[in-house]
């Protein structure tokens, strides 16, 4: 049937809106197909993430202090949640959808789906109970469809809101970092301008809802507020330049509207919480040996006052790259001299040397040429406490080194051992030596055995 401006549907038939360029329906057909070829795709592809996100987290994090070390973390936290828990549900996606061809497949093969009075070893109670449970093939396969488009779509709501709060919370830290630049007290003054901002952001954020709830009331009374409706108006117009609404809302709002509504934002919100946790739990894995041990006997105190391969260079592996430890070469030394490498960490020396070393000008080496290197060596070396089998070793002839082998800077020296007789010997160090037990600027102390192996003479054993 047509009509001058066209064909007309039969009734019953799809009519796409005039307004619309997208045929749902048919789009509908293919959509099983682009969510498994998307989850296919990013599912493994996001595991490999969270391994480089954290290496080049752990090679920058040493060289920054302050609100860039924050930024750096809460980058890093975010991308390693993402990613594993993206990689997450799109495992469960495809385990899903996997579950989903099956059941198209039994039902393809059998039409007549389950035959309930041909179960053996069922009674009448189990097969009325599971049959209610259960149901016709048919309906378990929708419920599976749903499952799985549900949680593709959740999954993309997750990555959309981690992506834009990372991208917003670095982009605040930076600004923040640049007023305490132009103020003079970075840090202080940073952290005081991104309380604010996030305060004005809760602050903001509550006044709609609770502006509603007043319109609302005026309403009900017979009155209007028109200040109150403009100003709700102004909020939502500034979250929505802050926040990419257009982007995010149409996947959350008919999520939250087709699902149980406190649910589905309690499970958004723990999500996202939990999903900050990766990076710390990444950390703690680099950090200590084992996360599950039973090591009753040799203990990790054993261990501090034993050997810790992490001092040795020749022993250092990439599971070693948060352990920024005094190191020397090897655990057994043969030459006249043991070179010994201090590393510099700003994060941590930086306080301390602002408090210690008064030759610095506003907490920063403003020296040229050499005098520059005899500050850094004067000041970082006023830090550690050093002694060899319980003699003091000087620093004064240590040099400012940087070490691109291993993402550190520091200082290098060269202690004379030739008149140590062979055999084992201690090295002992200590940051902050009158520190207290705990806080950032705890004395630290650090332990390394190695073994003096002098070269014989030939000409003597000839002899």
């Not at 994060?347 to 030759?359: I, P």
């Amino acid at each position: 049937m047509s009509s001058p401006d066209g064909p007309v549907p039969a009734p019953g038939d799809a009519v796409t809106p005039p307004t619309s360029r997208v045929a749902f329906e048919r789009l509908r057909e293919r959509t099983d197909e682009l969510e498994l070829i998307v989850s296919g795709l990013l599912a493994f592809a996001l595991l490999t993430v969270p391994g480089r996100a954290f290496e080049a987290w752990a090679a920058n994090t040493v060289h920054v202090e302050g609100v860039f070390e924050m930024a750096l973390w809460f980058g890093f936290a975010t991308v390693v949640g993402l990613s594993w828990s993206l990689a997450f549900a799109f495992m469960i996606h495809l385990a899903i959808r996997g579950y989903w061809v099956a059941l198209i497949g039994l039902k393809s093969t059998f039409p007549d789906g389950i035959h309930w009075d041909r179960i053996p070893l069922m009674g009448p109670v189990s097969r009325a109970f599971h049959r209610e449970r259960v149901g016709d093939l048919g309906s378990v396969i929708d419920r599976a469809d749903r499952a799985a488009s549900m949680l593709f779509a959740m999954a993309i709501l997750l990555a959309l809101s981690l992506v834009w709060v990372t991208v917003l919370a670095v982009g605040m830290i930076l600004v923040a970092a640049l007023f305490g630049a132009v103020l003079g007290d970075m840090d202080r003054i940073a952290r005081i301008v991104l309380f604010l901002a996030y305060a004005m952001f809760m602050v903001f954020g509550m006044l709609p809802y609770v502006a509603e709830k007043y319109l609302a009331r005026q309403a009900r009374e017979g009155r209007t507020a028109p200040r109150v409706e403009r100003l709700v108006q102004g909020i939502l117009r500034v979250y929505s330049f802050v926040i990419p609404q257009r982007l995010i809302l149409p996947v959350q709002l008919t999520l939250q509207s087709n699902l149980p509504g406190r649910g589905f934002m309690a499970v958004y919100v723990l999500v996202i919480m939990f999903a900050m946790v990766f990076g710390g739990l990444q950390i703690a894995s680099s950090s200590n040996f084992s996360m599950l041990h039973r090591y009753d006997v040799l203990t990790a105190e054993a261990v501090d006052h034993g050997m810790t391969g992490a001092h040795y260079e020749d022993m250092r592996a990439d599971d070693d790259v948060l352990l920024r430890y005094p190191m020397i070469p090897s655990d057994r030394i043969s030459g006249s001299h043991l070179r010994l490498f201090i590393p510099h960490q700003p994060q941590r020396d930086n306080v301390l040397a602002r408090e210690r070393c008064d030759a610095l000008v506003d907490g920063a080496n403003r020296a040229k040429g050499d005098d520059a290197a005899a500050l850094a060596v004067d000041c970082l070396s006023s830090l550690w406490t050093v002694t060899l089998d319980g003699r003091p070793v000087p620093l004064d002839d240590f040099l400012p080194i940087e070490r691109r082998d291993l993402h550190l800077r520091g200082l290098v020296g060269y202690v004379a051992i030739a008149d140590l007789p062979p055999g084992r010997h201690d090295l002992r160090l200590a940051w902050n030596e009158a520190g207290d037990a705990k806080g950032q600027l705890r004395r630290r102390d650090f332990r390394i055995p190695f073994w003096f192996t002098p070269a014989m003479n030939r000409d003597a054993i000839g002899d």
